[in-house]
């Protein structure tokens, strides 16, 4: 499975975003399809995940009632959208697909190359 993002960018705080991965090859194998963010010098960190049939998802604490998860499986598309941004919001974002099923954030197998959100304050 390949996995590319975009949608990144400069935002303002109390702004919003919205992030879109696009998979293709195997996209059977993308049962689960999930997004972390990285700040350099921290772990990455995951941010929201939903199953292939998008009636089950689950978030970061740090983002639940903000950010909203997405796909459209005609489409092979996730998507992330970020309301009410806030600086700490500040990183690079990667989509992630896995063949397996629940938890949402389990192992993840295949990863998109990362798209840059800042937040300005």
């Known amino acids: 499975v390949q996995l590319q993002a975009s949608g990144g960018g400069l935002v303002q705080a109390g702004g919003s975003l919205r992030l879109s991965c696009a998979a293709s090859?195997?996209?059977?194998?993308?049962?689960?399809m999930g997004w972390f963010r990285q700040v350099p010098g921290k772990e990455r960190e995951f941010v929201a995940g939903?199953?292939?049939?998008?009636?089950?998802?689950d978030y970061a604490d740090s983002v639940k009632g903000r950010f909203t998860i997405s796909r459209d499986n005609a489409k092979n598309t996730v998507s992330l959208q970020l309301n009410s941004l806030k600086p700490e919001d500040t990183a690079v974002y990667y989509c992630?697909?896995?063949?397996?099923?629940?938890?949402?954030?389990?192992?993840?197998?295949?990863w998109g190359q990362g798209t840059l959100v800042t937040v300005s304050s």
């Open positions: 992630a697909a896995t063949p397996r099923g629940w938890p949402l954030r389990g192992e993840y197998h295949y």
């Open positions: 939903i199953t292939r049939s998008g009636g089950r998802t």
């Open positions: 090859g195997r996209t059977s194998a993308a049962n689960v």
